[in-house]
Each structure stands twice: as structure tokens, then as C-alpha cells.
Nanobody, 120 residues
Framework: QVQLVESGGGLVQAGGSLTLSCAAS????????MGWYRQVPGKQRELVAS???????NTADSVKGRFTISRDNAKNTVYLRMNSLKPEDTAVYYC??????????????WGQGTQVTVSS
């Protein structure tokens, strides 16, 4: 089916920047919407940003103006550019995608998560 592998997380000082990447691989016809979620211990996972296959982005109010989502369909990869990072952005970030498999069935897939830690 579809495997999602995230990369780019790490430790950064407040005000710094990071770029997350998520590449889709496996047996599929195409990838539809993709997105980034984040979760901290004891809290509900929340949507950070999403983007359609046509490149239409949507970002949560908490990161609007600081984070930018983009994708490269030729590489089946989605990116999240995070600028002006704040300590409250600290979380595990998860990639999400809807994949269309060989028999045309749609499924939602999740990456393994990548840790982003912003120090004050």
C-alpha cells in the first residue's frame, strides 16, 4: 500500500526554522490530499496544515503566517517549512496522506512521526 517516511525534525532555538519532509512510497496509483499533524503528551492530535493534490494549501490559525506547506507530486513528497518557531510548537509531527491503491480504493495513511523541540 502506502508508506510515509518523515524527516527533518530536531532541536531548534526559539525563533529558528526547520523544514519537515514526508515521502510516500509503495504500490499506489496516486496520492490525494496530504497534511501535517502534531501531538504532545496528554493532548489531542491536531491538524497543522494540509494541501490538495492540486496544491491548494490550508493552515491552522496557530501557525498561519509562520508555517508553509508545499508538495512535489513528481517526488510524492510533502514539505512543511516552519519559521519563527515557538516553544509551544514542540510536538511530534505526523505526516498524513490519502492514497489510491491499485484497486482504486482510498485509504488514509500515517507516518511514524518526527520530534520537533523548540527551546526557550
Amino acid at each position: 500500500q502506502v508508506q510515509l517516511v518523515e524527516s527533518g525534525g530536531g532541536l531548534v532555538q526559539a525563533g529558528g526554522s526547520l523544514t519537515l519532509s514526508c515521502a510516500a512510497s509503495g504500490n499506489f496509483r496516486m496520492i490525494n490530499d496530504m497534511g501535517w499533524y502534531r501531538q504532545v503528551p496528554g493532548k489531542q492530535r491536531e491538524l497543522v496544515a494540509s494541501i490538495t493534490s492540486g496544491g491548494r494549501p490550508n493552515t491552522a490559525d496557530s501557525v498561519k503566517g509562520r508555517f508553509t506547506i508545499s508538495r512535489d507530486n513528481a517526488k510524492n513528497t510533502v514539505y512543511l517549512r516552519m519559521n519563527s518557531l515557538k516553544p509551544e510548537d514542540t510536538a511530534v509531527y505526523y505526516c498524513n496522506a490519502e492514497g489510491v491503491v491499485r484497486n482504486y480504493v482510498r485509504y488514509t495513511y500515517w507516518g511514524q512521526g518526527t520530534q520537533v523541540t523548540v527551546s526557550s
